[in-house]
C-alpha cells in the first residue's frame, strides 16, 4: 500500500461525514487525478482483503460501511506493522531513531528492512540521516556485531526523542511506533492524573499538544529506564533545590515511583521530568505563577518593537498577557537548556522574514535578562503573536461579527491566535470568533454558537462542526463560505448552480444512454459547471522597500543648529512637500516626544519619528525621510540624534520591509560605517538600494562617490 492510500483510509475512519473528491484532494494535498488513482488503490486494497471498496452517494462522497470499520483499522494497523505501507523518507528515518531508541538489543539491518519494507541500499542511506540528525545531539549510531544501536549521555536521548515527539502527533510515524511506547492502562491513567493535579497545583495549564508530548514521552523514559538505560546524576540549580520540596516535584516522584523507578534513579529522572514538562507550552497561567519582571520585559518587546516597527502596539493589554505567558514557559526552556528545535510551526522567518528580523532586535532585553540567545524557532514563536496583533489592527474596525464561532485548536503557541484573526479578515463582518482549547470545549456542558470550527476532532455539543487544517488553505476557504455564509438564493440562482446542472445534464445522459462510471462523470461534470466558482489564491500584499519608501529627494544634510521641535518640523515638510501628510501629523509627531520623551530611539544618534495615522484613506500612501545633522539634536533625557527619520505608515505592514532592511543596515558594522561615513543624499539611496530583504547586499558602486545633497 503507498502512503497516500493508507492516509485516505485513515481520513476516512476519523471522518464524521462524506468526503467528497475536492475535500480528499485538498487533504491529500494532491492533484484530482492522483486522488482518484489514490481512491482506486484503496479499493485494490480492501478488495484485497476481502473487504467491500468505499462507498459514495453521488455528489456527496465517500465512506467505509460502519460494518466494516474494524476490519479496516486491523487490517491497516497490521499492514503499518509489518511494513507493508510505503513511507516517505521522513518518516521512515523518524522510525528507524525511535526503533533503535526503544529495543533493548542492537537492531539488526533486516530488521529495520522488513520495518519499513524497503532494500537493504535504501535502509543504509536511511541510516545515514539518522547518523547526521543524532550527531547534533552529540549522540552516535553504533555498529555492534548483531546490529544497530544509538549510544551517548542518556540525557540527550531523552532530549532528542522530545525534539521528534513534537512533530508526530497524529502521523503515520506516531501510529507506527505507537507499540515502543504503551504502557498498561494503570499506569497511562496515573500519568493522566499526575498532570490534571500538576496543572491544578501549579496553576500553569499546557497546551493540548504539550499534553501529548509530555504523555509520549514519560512512555518513552519508562521504557528507557526499564531497559537499564539509566540517567546520570548531576547537580541541581538553585530553582530545583527550592522546589524539591513542592506539590509538583511530589506529584513527579510519586508517579515514577509508582511505574517503578527506584529511589536511587529518583531524583535523575524526577529532575529531568520536570525540565521536560516546565519546558512545554502553556495556554494559560493562575495568578499564582504571575512574573512582576518577565511582564516587565514582554512590556519591553512590546515596546521595542513598536519602535522599531513604527507600529504603535504598547497599549495592547491582550499581546501584553499573552506574551508573557509565553516567555514565563520560553524561560524555562532557555534555563533548562530544551529550547525548541526543529518544530512544527510555520516557517515565519522565510514566510514573513520582515515581522521575524524585528521580532528578533525586540526581544533582546530577554535574551539580556536570560543572558544567551534565543533560537530561531523560538524567535518564530514570539514573532507569531506580533504577526497576529498586526493582522487585528489592521482590520479592527471592520469587526462587527453576526455569527458566534467557536474556533477549537489545540495548539497555544499563537497558532489559533493568527487563525483567528486570518478568518476575521477574510470574514470581517460575518464573524465573531472565540478561541478555546480541545480540552476547555471537552468539558462544556453547553455550547453558545452558531457553528464549531476544529483544527482537531471534537465531539458534537449541537452547532454544526466544520474541520479545517492549522494552516489555512483554499478548499477551507470554500468550505467556511458555504456553510457560513450561505444566503437565501432566488430561483434562478439555484437552477444554475453546479450541482443542479450536473443533475439535469445526467437525467439527459441516463436516458439515452449507458454509464459505466458514473461516480467519474457527475464528479467531472462537477467540477466543470464549479470552474469559474474556484478560489483565486491570494496574492501576497507588495512592501515597498527601504529605498522606495526613502527616495533621494528626501534625504536632506544640514549644517544648522535645531532644537528637537524644529528637527521634527524639517523632517516632517519633506513628507510633507511630497504630499505624503499633512501638517497635523507633523504637530502628532511633535507631541508624541512632549507626552512619553525621546522613546522613539533605536540607537545612539538615530531617532524614528513617526505617529498614529488620523487619515489614512486620504493619505494613503507610506514614505519616510530622513534629515542628517551635522550637530547633534538634544531631545531630552540625555538623547542626542544626528539623523532623524521621520515615518508615515498609514497600513499595519506596508512599511515593514523597509524597516527590516534599515535594522540590518545598523546591525551589520559595515554597512553602519557606510551609512555614518556618507555625505550625500545619494551615497545614501546606494546603500540602501543594495540591502534586500535584510540580507547584506553591498555593490562597489556604494563606495562611490555621488551628486551633492540637498542642504538647508
Keep these: ?8 483510509l485513515k481520513i476516512l475512519l476519523n471522518s464524521n461525514s462524506l468526503l467528497g473528491i475536492d475535500q480528499i484532494v485538498a487533504q491529500l494535498e494532491t492533484t484530482k487525478r492522483t486522488a482518484y488513482s489514490v481512491i482506486n488503490g484503496v479499493n485494490v486494497w480492501l478488495e484485497t482483503h476481502g473487504l467491500d471498496p468505499l462507498m459514495v452517494v453521488r455528489t456527496h462522497g465517500y465512506y467505509i460501511q460502519p460494518a466494516e470499520i474494524k476490519k479496516v483499522k486491523s487490517w491497516l494497523s497490521w499492514d503499518l506493522e509489518n511494513g507493508k505501507i510505503k513511507l516517505p523518507p521522513p518518516a521512515r528515518i523518524a522510525v528507524i531513531e525511535f526503533t533503535l531508541l526503544c529495543k533493548k538489543n542492537p537492531v539488526t539491518l533486516q530488521y529495520l528492512n522488513d520495518l519499513n519494507g524497503v532494500t537493504t541500499r535504501t535502509t543504509r542511506s536511511d541510516l545515514a540521516q539518522v547518523k547526521a540528525e543524532i550527531e547534533k545531539r552529540n549522540l552516535t549510531l553504533s555498529l555492534h556485531e548483531h546490529g544497530y544501536q544509538i549510544t551517548g549521555l542518556e540525557e540527550e536521548s531523552r532530549k532528542f526523542a522530545v525534539q521528534k515527539l513534537a512533530n508526530i502527533q497524529d502521523t503515520i510515524v506516531y501510529d507506527k511506533i505507537a507499540g515502543y511506547l504503551d504502557l498498561d492502562t494503570k499506569d497511562k491513567l496515573q500519568i493522566e492524573q499526575m498532570l490534571l493535579s500538576l496543572e491544578q497545583n501549579s496553576g500553569c495549564y499546557l497546551t493540548d499538544e504539550s499534553i501529548f508530548q509530555v504523555k509520549e514521552y514519560i512512555c518513552f523514559a519508562i521504557t528507557r529506564y526499564r531497559q537499564g538505560h539509566y540517567l546520570t546524576p548531576i547537580g541541581q540549580t538553585k530553582r530545583q533545590l527550592a522546589d524539591e520540596s513542592s506539590e509538583t516535584s511530589t506529584a513527579v516522584r510519586s508517579l515514577l515511583s509508582h511505574l517503578g523507578v527506584s529511589d536511587q534513579h529518583l531524583q535523575a529522572e524526577s529532575q529531568l521530568l520536570l525540565k521536560i514538562i516546565d519546558s512545554r507550552q502553556i495556554s494559560k497561567t493562575s495568578k499564582k505563577i504571575s512574573s512582576q519582571k518577565i511582564s516587565q520585559i514582554a512590556t519591553e518587546i512590546i515596546r521595542n518593537f513598536s519602535v522599531i516597527s513604527g507600529i504603535d502596539l504598547v497599549n495592547s493589554s491582550n499581546l501584553q498577557k499573552a506574551l508573557t505567558t509565553h516567555l514565563i514557559a520560553a524561560k524555562r526552556r532557555v534555563e533548562d537548556n530544551v529550547q525548541f528545535l526543529n518544530s512544527s510551526l510555520i516557517n515565519v522567518k522565510s514566510k514573513y522574514p520582515e515581522i521575524y528580523f524585528l521580532t528578533k532586535k525586540a526581544v533582546y532585553p530577554f535574551e539580556q535578562y536570560l543572558n544567551q540567545s534565543l533560537t530561531t524557532d523560538e524567535i518564530e514563536l ?13 482590520h479592527l474596525a471592520d469587526q462587527e461579527a453576526r455569527k458566534k464561532v467557536v474556533l477549537v485548536c489545540g495548539s497555544g503557541v499563537g497558532t489559533s491566535r493568527l487563525l483567528k484573526i486570518q478568518l476575521e479578515q477574510l470574514f470581517p463582518k460575518q464573524l465573531q470568533i472565540s478561541v478555546v482549547t480541545k480540552q476547555d470545549y471537552e468539558e462544556l456542558a453547553s455550547l453558545n ?37 450561505a444566503q437565501p438564493v ?20 441516463s436516458e439515452f444512454a449507458q454509464v459505466k462510471d458514473f461516480p467519474g462523470l457527475t464528479t467531472a461534470l462537477q467540477s466543470y459547471f464549479a470552474k469559474r466558482g474556484k478560489p483565486v489564491k491570494k496574492k501576497q500584499p507588495f512592501l515597498p522597500s527601504l529605498s522606495e519608501l526613502l527616495p533621494s529627494n528626501r534625504i536632506v544634510f544640514t549644517t544648522k543648529r535645531c532644537t528637537w521641535p524644529e528637527a521634527v518640523e524639517l523632517a516632517g515638510k519633506l ?17 508624541q516626544i512632549d507626552r512619553y520623551g525621546p522613546y522613539m530611539r533605536i540607537m545612539d544618534d538615530v531617532m ?21 545633522f551635522k550637530y547633534p539634536v538634544d531631545f531630552g533625557q540625555q538623547v542626542k540624534a544626528k539623523y532623524v527619520f521621520s515615518l508615515y505608515a498609514p497600513a499595519g505592514q506596508s512599511h515593514l520591509k523597509a524597516l527590516t532592511q534599515l535594522t540590518e543596515i545598523f546591525s551589520k558594522q559595515k554597512l553602519l560605517e557606510q551609512f555614518r561615513n556618507s555625505r550625500t543624499a545619494a551615497e545614501l539611496e546606494r546603500l540602501f538600494s543594495t540591502v534586500m530583504k535584510g540580507d547584506e547586499k553591498v555593490s562597489d558602486a556604494a563606495n562611490n562617490a555621488g551628486a551633492s545633497s540637498t542642504e538647508c
Design 490 to 509: 432566488d430561483s434562478a440562482t439555484l437552477h444554475n448552480s453546479p450541482a443542479v446542472k450536473t443533475t439535469q445534464v445526467l437525467d439527459i445522459v
Design 575 to 591: 513628507l510633507q512637500r511630497d504630499q505624503v501628510i499633512d501638517g497635523q501629523y507633523v504637530t502628532k509627531m511633535r507631541q
Design 1 to 8: 500500500m503507498l502512503y497516500h492510500e493508507y492516509l485516505l
Design 449 to 485: 454558537a452558531d457553528v464549531v470550527i476544529a483544527t482537531l476532532p471534537v465531539t458534537s455539543k449541537g452547532p454544526p462542526i466544520i474541520n479545517i487544517n492549522r494552516i489555512l488553505t483554499d478548499y477551507d476557504l470554500q468550505t467556511i463560505k458555504q456553510s457560513l455564509l
Design 608 to 628: 524614528l519619528l513617526h505617529a498614529k495615522p488620523d487619515q489614512p484613506c486620504k493619505y494613503s500612501r507610506p514614505g519616510m525621510s530622513l534629515v542628517c
Design 382 to 394: 514570539i514573532a507569531i503573536y506580533f504577526g497576529g496583533e498586526i493582522e487585528l489592527r489592521n
